[in-house]
């Protein structure tokens, strides 16, 4: 229920200060969460991001305006947080599909975006298999790169899937493959949140260091750029992915929200959450998704 709360708690705040100038990490800090585990949790429970929510209620509200008041288009723009007028027409047009000039007539249709409501409904009633394994700390090798919190669950942004295609391309994994017995050479997708004013994560692709990893070549590589990563012994809970793309890693997530948290007691901690990619992997699996836990 906590992720409801939160979810209310930032409705609320975006409400009440919709004609301010804010943004998702305005709103991250109202609900005491980092930007990254805000952006998160509230672009999964609610379909979109809480900068998507902002700017569609304030152009829903502009709308409104504009065709039951005397407000000029100008003011209107510089009311609902627009630079300048053309910038608010363009985005007021894509919203509406008319102009701010056509909306001021009578009988324009427009588009209304009402604020969100949380109902509880009954959800579940399907299997959902996981397991809660306890880890000791562990040690990765891996090349990194830092990306914008945007683009978590934004389904048209290839950041991530890219970064792979191009580590790929460059040569950047066999060399980490190398490192590992046959049979034992599994990619990690390792996945560390920001702090809690940060606007980045770090992503990395890397191979687990411990005692079959031939640690005669770490220091050429990192010397060549790649990262030690480290993690501290902690409760994970983990699922299989079933698919043949990403998608299904999406589909994970939003049910560990939807349905894990709210009904187990768990709640998800501040540590690195990671994919595994195993060499040799049962039939249809894609990956195992392992999300750092407490018991509440």
């Known amino acids: ?70 407000i000029s288009v100008i003011d209107a723009a510089y009311k609902y947080g627009y630079d300048t007028p053309e910038s608010f027409s363009k985005a007021f047009s894509r919203f509406h599909g008319v102009t701010p000039k056509q909306a001021k007539r009578k009988g324009t249709e427009l588009h209304l975006f009402n604020p969100l409501v949380i109902k509880i409904t009954m959800e579940g009633g399907s299997i959902m298999n996981y397991r809660i394994e306890n880890q000791s700390s562990q040690k990765f090798i891996a090349v990194v790169k830092a990306f914008s919190n945007e683009i978590i669950n934004d389904d048209s942004d290839h950041s991530v899937p890219d970064f792979w295609g191009q580590c790929w391309e460059k040569n950047l994994i066999e060399p980490l493959k190398s490192l590992r017995p046959e049979g034992k050479r599994d990619l990690y997708g390792l996945c560390s949140p920001a702090a809690k004013n940060e606007t980045h994560f770090n992503y990395g692709i890397g191979v687990l260091v411990d005692d079959e990893t031939d640690t005669s070549k770490l220091d050429k590589l990192l010397a060549d750029g790649y990262v030690l990563w480290e993690t501290k012994p902690m409760d994970y809970v983990v699922f299989k992915c079933f698919g043949t793309d990403g998608d299904c890693i999406s589909e994970t997530w939003s049910k560990f929200y939807k349905e894990f948290l709210p009904q187990t007691g768990y709640t998800q901690t501040d540590d690195t959450d990671y994919e595994i990619y195993f060499e040799t992997g049962e039939e249809g699996l894609f990956c195992e998704l392992w999300i750092p836990v407490k018991k509440s």
Request: glycine share 4%.
């Open 1 to 70: 229920m906590k992720s409801i709360q939160l979810l209310q708690q930032a409705i609320c705040y975006m409400e009440q200060h919709l004609l301010e100038d804010i943004n998702y990490q305005d709103v991250a800090k109202s609900t005491y969460m980092s930007s990254y585990d805000f952006h998160r949790t509230f672009s999964i429970m609610a379909g979109m991001t809480a900068n998507e929510y902002i700017r569609n209620r304030r152009l829903s509200l502009a709308g409104q305006e504009l065709q039951s008041t005397g």
